[in-house]
């Protein structure tokens, strides 16, 4: 996911109001030994796309 996409999922929540101000926005990672195992493996990596924010 790029984080324009997680900026797009966070406008279209019910929190986004035309004034809300993000202090910061961040991608929450798949644990790394799932990634490596994908890499090393080809092991699909079974984790949620999501994000993290806060707003003022």
């Not at 966070?10 to 890499?39: C, G, H, M, Y």
Request: net charge positive; hydrophobic share 45%.
């Amino acid at each position: 996911m790029k984080s324009t996409e997680a900026v797009a999922i966070v406008k279209a929540s019910a929190d986004f109001k035309p004034n809300t101000r993000f202090t910061q926005i961040a991608l929450a990672e798949p644990e790394k030994a799932k990634v490596w195992d994908f890499v090393l493996n080809g092991t699909a990596v079974d984790a949620p796309r999501r994000c993290q924010y806060h707003h003022a």
